[in-house]
């Protein structure tokens, strides 16, 4: 069902947010629940968080969402299930801009949705390329402030590129003498990345970490590749010629890089552009079967830590290291009576029942020291109100039965 082709079955399909719950429990535990932590296999569905599940051995809470992109949302299901139907199906992506229009969200919330996205559009088990691969480097503008993208005011972004190149008889590589020309082929997969310069480091660090050792290599000849002896150097000399005539591919695959980045982005910016890079690969490399890249870019089964907002922005929370005050312990009923999150054992009857506000009004009238465990671990006997909203039931018994 994920594997809809058009919008009308991909709605039939998600019509309602229970939907998307279903599936992405289906997902998740195809053979029924199985917690986390202690692999039991009963839990309860939560009422008071959305598709929660705890388990009843252990008391873990585990949310469908937990992994995914979705990890931490407040969006509904149903709007990320829309999105990243829209970002993996749409030939050329989406901007935060049109995400805000078309999904009824604000721009920040549609700027980090779209962030997200893109950050799962990375195959973490991809393999390197290999057969034939024309490997060159190109430079593309960037905008470098807010105004509209002007070529003349934009910096520059030294990008290196890798694609290979199949036989169409064959329909896969088919390396040929040094030299021989290349003719009826088709571009298969591609690999981009920024480089910091043309050095010789720079463009080997790129080969060597995208293309298979012993894959033959068709390059402009340039002085950077020698170095790369483990594989199969094949280096055609551009001289009076245009280099998209000796190496096809690799510029065609530059060209689509540019004008993406200028029609759906408006000038590409150097502080994501690893990001959107990568999102160009994937969209190529998944060109005749765009629907099936739905699970992926929902980061389901991607076994990696979702991304949060800060690592986005690249900077550290503020709330970094602080510890939440809760106003009120959480409580949970477990078989042996209420337990207090962080306490191994069950709370005592009268506290565990207390519900009324304490305002340290009970002390104050001479009804006893307040009891509730916020007290206690003040280390004091009387609270003085500093419970903070906690009330000691045992005292309110006591008062309302004299
Ligand atoms: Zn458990």
Request: aromatic fraction near 8%.
């Amino acid at each position: 069902m994920a594997r809809a082709r058009t919008l009308t079955e991909f709605q039939a399909s998600f019509p309602n947010e229970l939907s998307c719950a279903e599936f992405l429990f289906e997902r998740r535990w195809p053979d029924g629940f199985v917690c986390p932590a202690c692999g039991d296999g009963r839990a309860a569905l939560l009422r008071s968080r959305a598709y929660t599940y705890e388990c009843v051995a252990c008391g873990r809470q585990t949310s469908i969402t937990a992994g995914t992109v979705m990890h931490r949302s407040k969006l509904p299901l149903t709007v990320w299930f829309w999105a990243a139907h829209l970002m993996a199906t749409h030939s050329n992506g989406m901007s935060a801009l049109q995400f805000q229009a078309q999904l009824g969200i604000t721009y920040k919330t549609a700027w980090l949705l779209v962030q997200k996205l893109r950050r799962s559009m990375v195959d973490p088990e991809r393999e390197p390329l290999e057969g034939v691969v024309e490997v060159d480097q190109a430079e593309i503008p960037f905008r470098a402030d807010d105004s509209f993208f002007n070529p003349v005011k934009s910096g520059k972004i030294l990008i290196a590129g890798a694609v290979e190149v199949i036989d169409r008889g064959a329909n896969q590589a088919k390396p040929r003498r040094k030299g021989a020309k290349y003719l009826d082929t088709r571009s298969g997969r591609i690999r981009l990345a920024a480089i910091p310069d043309n050095s010789a480091a720079s463009l080997e660090a790129f080969v060597r970490a995208n293309v298979k050792p012993g894959t033959t290599l068709l390059t402009d000849g340039h002085r950077s590749y020698p170095g790369l002896t483990d594989y199969r150097h094949d280096p055609r000399t551009v001289g009076k010629m245009a280099a998209h005539v000796v190496l096809p591919w690799i510029h065609r695959v530059f060209a689509l890089m540019k004008r993406w980045g200028l029609g759906t982005y408006h000038g590409l910016r150097r502080k994501h552009i690893d990001t959107y890079l990568n999102e160009f690969v994937f969209r190529y490399n998944r060109r005749f079967y765009r629907h099936v890249s739905f699970e992926t870019v929902l980061g389901l089964a991607s076994h990696r830590q979702p991304t949060s907002y800060w690592d986005i922005i690249g900077r550290d929370t503020p709330r970094k290291g602080m510890t939440t005050v809760r106003r009120r312990p959480r409580r949970r009923k477990t078989a042996t009576g209420i337990r207090q999150d962080g306490v191994s054992q069950p709370i005592s009857g009268s506290v565990a029942k207390s519900s009324a506000l304490c305002d340290g009004s009970l002390e104050r009238r001479g009804a006893g020291p307040c009891r509730t465990s916020r007290g206690a671990t003040l280390g004091v006997r009387s609270c003085s109100g500093r419970c903070a909203g906690i009330a000691a039931t045992a005292s309110a018994i006591a008062i309302s039965s004299r």
